[in-house]
């Protein structure tokens, strides 16, 4: 059997740590815990929550990815947790034990964002496998899920990403009052096995986007989407929200990119393009790139 290898990284926002395999040796959806009590049939997962720094746990098909507490910095203990792990897989300890492979019940946790219009949803089953975006009622037909969570009349937009969900709610309403209601119905409607996404509606209202994603990028734009996609996707997926490239102004050494999710119309979203994303891409394409513009969709 071959070696189990793990590649550790540490994502922008330095709370999560990403330890990556050589091979696919996890879940086919994605699994998200919270505490070693959520983790007691996934022995992986529990060992991780021995550790007194661990927060929380996500478990996928070729990752685990661990949320830290703020008693120390991933530095001092990253090479650590990366042989442990290797070492565990590697004698033959198991990931999830066989009987939780068959029938995991469907749960799903509110988690608040930067935000505070958008809370998060996050179930522990794969939900689709590209960011969508709905901003009103009348273009979430694609999808049953959003049309159902817009008869609300408090929910403003949908973002639907991996395993969870953003949503915007209006002004003059408090998540506090709504919060529960909300996860229950996510929960029920992932539990009765309806229909997330419809594919063919989906396809048909992404004629553009599609062209769109098939135009040729030059050299520095597939530099710069190689970098959103590794260093500053997996932080703000973290958050509720997604970015995605629009385009670049080689006379200007200006990168426009849309917000999505939770980091559309966030307060701190500023803070991030600049000391975060502009700073990140001026470092890393020196004389290249001078600001980052957030556009509207």
């Known amino acids: 059997m071959e070696k189990i290898e793990l590649k550790a990284t540490v994502q922008t926002n330095l709370s999560w740590a990403v330890f990556r395999f050589n091979l696919p040796i996890g879940p086919t959806s994605p699994m998200a815990f919270k505490s070693i009590d959520e983790a007691q049939n996934a022995p992986l997962v529990q060992q991780l929550f021995y550790l007194p720094f661990v927060k929380s746990v996500r478990l996928d098909s070729d990752s685990i990815q661990v ?6 910095e991933w530095e001092d203990v990253l090479e650590e947790v990366k042989e442990q792990l290797e070492n565990y897989l590697n004698e033959g300890g198991n990931i999830l034990e066989s009987s939780y492979k068959k029938t995991v019940p469907v749960t799903v946790y509110a988690e608040s964002t930067p935000n505070p219009a958008v809370m998060k949803f996050v179930a522990n089953k794969s939900l689709v496998n590209q960011p969508l975006e709905f901003k009103t009622s ?49 929960r029920s409607f992932l539990a009765s096995g309806k ?86 891409l001026k470092d890393m394409l020196p004389s290249k790139v001078e600001t980052v513009i957030a556009i509207n969709d």
């Open 195 to 280: 229909i997330i996404l419809e594919q063919e509606n989906l396809e048909k209202g992404n004629k553009n986007k599609e062209e769109k994603a098939q135009k040729f990028y030059s050299p520095i734009e597939a530099e710069i989407i190689a970098i959103l996609d590794e260093y500053v996707k997996p932080a703000v997926a973290s958050d509720g929200g997604n970015i995605q490239f629009d385009s670049y102004d080689e006379e200007e050494k200006s990168v426009r990119v849309l917000l999505q999710g939770a980091c559309s119309g966030c307060p701190s979203s500023t803070i991030t393009l600049k000391s975060g994303i502009e700073t990140m």
């Open 67 to 72: 949320e830290r507490f703020d008693i120390l």
């Open 138 to 186: 009348n273009q979430s037909k694609p999808s049953p899920l959003a049309k159902e969570l817009f008869l609300f009349d408090f929910v403003k937009e949908v973002f639907l990403d991996a395993n969870y969900i953003s949503i915007t709610k209006t002004e003059g309403e408090q998540w506090e009052d709504h919060v529960m209601e909300i996860r229950e119905f996510i």
